[in-house]
């Protein structure tokens, strides 16, 4: 009770609070006197309150228990009435009545407004930035001591990562894409500022550049050019990849000291087939020679044409003994095959293997002689040249 | 007459005032204007020809570090849900908003309103997947916003 005289008091001397006195019905007993600047009508003694604070209405069980007990409250904040913004707040008056107050906070509701006001357009923003970036190419931020601090959508759907700490869990290091003896992103930099470079992940090439921003943070840009780039290395007819495709590849493992089998490969006869049946039909034996070879080889094996009816194989990480089984049976699969329009024909392979001062011409002579021995020997044969 | 209070529910800034405004005084602003706390609108409307008394609480939108109040929910027996279609991630938000008013609100009925459908081409219209309670609504256009309050009556008096 002292405390609602407090109030009382303060609702006299100042213009923040203004109040209602309901009783168990919720009619209304009295108001104060500034209580019409929040309502469109002026409530009169005897009228039902819902109708000037529907506010309560839905509420009248919880607001009925206040009148049975003293220490219960019932508060809704923020609520927008007429011009103002007031806080409304039911407690205990007597056993009959209960005391409805509606405090002023229009001042400090505004304000808050106006901050409310700027952090949304300031997400919305943010929000539209965000998917600007992410439509973008893969990007990745770094600071200027090397911590990874942002990555696009992009970057996340290509690594399969949802945030960047995955990076660290997967030890992703993509300056070791690029070249493996790079050591960390100011090396990259260092080695990519200058000019683009292709780099390949995974299965795919990109085209990676590098930015300074603001001096102090490197962006590093990867745009995906595995498409264009894959059809360029193709060749148009039969679809494998080109020599210069095989000889960028077969460079690379050098290099790199990679364990290497190299196969030359010739289709037995092959002159014959465009004398008797055409060289469309010449054509189809190309295309479906091809096909027989690419569905019976790994993935990362690669498969080129060299030219005419000769075609190249590059084994990684693959070592003699089971190279040369692998190339055994897919003699015998060409060699049972039924090639549309000619029926079976065969092929001769030469196999070789790379040493330590090899060359891509020493290592092509090797497994071409090799070739040669298979010809000699009858065709339709697989011939290994040692190292 | 049958009185009712329902609110309107989402993100901020997907047009729930603007839907209230046009239903109500038959405006529109393009102009965003926070909504803070609730206001709260009354209409009049007969459903086959039962009096009818909506009380409309337009509560402000939820933010990232701003949850509404759960004060707000009490004694509601319907929502709309809003969602803006120009912003993915506030069509993807209005399962959160359902289940925390379905939880307070059990027995409630809604609808839900994919607003702003004026910012969409007629294809990207037609792509949309939309069931008797749910409605491409524009406050700017004013296409299919009484429509959408009519509905939630008709759902909260069957």
């Known amino acids: ?387 | 007459m049958i009185r009712k209070k329902i609110l309107l529910l989402g993100d901020f800034s997907v047009g729930k005032t603007s839907l209230v405004k046009r239903y109500i005084d038959s405006t529109f602003d393009d102009k965003y204007l926070t909504t803070i706390g609730v206001k709260i609108s009354k209409k009049h409307l007969s459903i086959k020809g039962v009096d009818c008394e909506l009380l409309i609480w337009d509560v402000e939108g939820s933010t990232p570090s701003k949850k509404i109040s759960l004060g707000y929910y009490r004694g509601a027996s319907g929502a709309i849900f809003v969602s803006d279609l120009t912003r993915r991630e506030t069509v993807e938000g209005l399962e959160a908003h359902k289940e925390i008013f379905l939880s307070e609100n059990p027995d409630a009925k809604f609808v839900v309103a994919h607003n702003k459908s004026d910012m969409l081409s007629d294809i990207a219209k037609e792509r949309m997947n939309v069931d008797e309670n749910t409605f491409l609504t524009s406050a700017k256009n004013d296409e299919n916003v009484e429509a959408l309050f009519i509905r939630l009556m008709e759902n909260m008096l069957s």
């Open chain 1, 1 to 387: 009770m002292k405390n609602i005289q407090i109030i009382l008091n303060a609702i006299l001397s100042k213009d923040i609070f203004e109040y209602i006195l309901v009783d168990r019905s919720f009619k209304i007993v009295s108001t104060s006197s500034g209580l019409g600047k929040y309502l469109e009508t002026v409530p009169k003694k005897g009228d039902d309150v819902l109708e000037y604070c529907p506010e309560f209405f839905g509420s009248e069980k919880e607001i009925k228990k206040i009148f049975d007990n003293k220490s219960m409250a019932y508060v809704l904040e923020s609520v927008h009435k007429k011009d103002y913004y007031v806080n409304l707040s039911l407690e205990y008056y007597d056993e009959d009545r209960v005391l409805i107050l509606l405090h002023n906070i229009t001042d400090t509701t505004l304000t808050q407004q106006k901050l409310l006001q700027f952090s949304n357009e300031s997400i919305l923003l943010n929000n539209t930035l965000q998917k600007i970036l992410d439509s973008q190419n893969a990007i990745l931020f770094v600071t200027h001591n090397n911590e990874i601090s942002y990555t696009n959508d992009q970057f996340m759907k290509y690594f399969d990562m949802k945030k960047i700490l995955d990076m660290k869990r997967k030890n992703l290091k993509i300056y070791e894409y690029l070249d493996e003896s790079l050591e960390g992103y100011d090396a990259l930099f260092e080695r990519v500022n200058s000019k683009e470079e292709y780099v390949t992940i995974n299965k795919d090439t990109f085209i990676l550049k590098a930015t300074w921003i603001e001096s102090t943070h490197k962006l590093f840009t990867l745009t995906k050019i595995t498409k264009l780039t894959d059809n360029m290395q193709r060749d148009t007819l039969t679809g494998v990849y080109k020599k210069s495709y095989f000889n960028t590849r077969i460079e690379k493992m050098i290099s790199n000291n990679e364990e290497v089998v190299v196969v030359v490969i010739d289709i037995d006869d092959f002159k014959a087939v465009n004398d008797t049946f055409g060289h469309q039909a010449g054509d189809d034996v190309l295309k479906e020679f091809s096909t027989l070879i690419r569905n019976n080889i790994r993935a990362d094996d690669v498969f080129a044409r060299w030219g005419g009816e000769e075609f190249l194989l590059l084994f990684q990480h693959a070592n003699m003994e089971n190279a040369l089984k692998k190339v055994e049976h897919i003699r015998t699969l060409v060699a049972e095959h039924n090639f549309k329009h000619v029926g079976h024909m065969t092929a001769s392979f030469g196999l070789t293997g790379k040493n330590e001062s090899d060359t891509i011409h020493t290592l092509l002579q090797r497994a071409d002689k090799a070739l040669y021995e298979a010809k000699k020997s009858g065709k339709n044969c697989v011939k290994f040249k040692n190292l």
